[in-house]
């Protein structure tokens, strides 16, 4: 069985995070580099992008993968399960799994420029 994740479990979850790390809304905002409104994804947002999602692991301090995972992202922007694969394979550490995806995120970042 499936379950969905809906924008209201990644709202809390990451109002849960915030919270526990002592970091008020605008600090999270401020340093993850992203605009007060479009954070409101706290309270909301819907899709937030692969960009906003690593913005957010970082000023969080937890990994990209976790942060794709409670997001509900099963795929990437141009389709690739690749992130979620990373993820939940139960034969990497975390590191490894935050690595492997700055991997991939660069290589498809230098693909998206390349093909401009």
Known sequence: MVTRVTDRDFSSFVRDVRKRAHVSFRELSDSAGVSNPYLQGERG???????????LALALRMTTPIMYLRAGVGRGEDGSATPLAIATDRDLT????????????????????TAK
């Open 45 to 55: 947002v819907r899709r937030p992008s692969g960009a906003v999602l690593r913005q």
């Open 94 to 113: 975390a590191r490894q799994k935050q690595t492997l995806t700055e991997m991939y995120e660069a290589f498809c970042d230098q693909n998206d420029r």
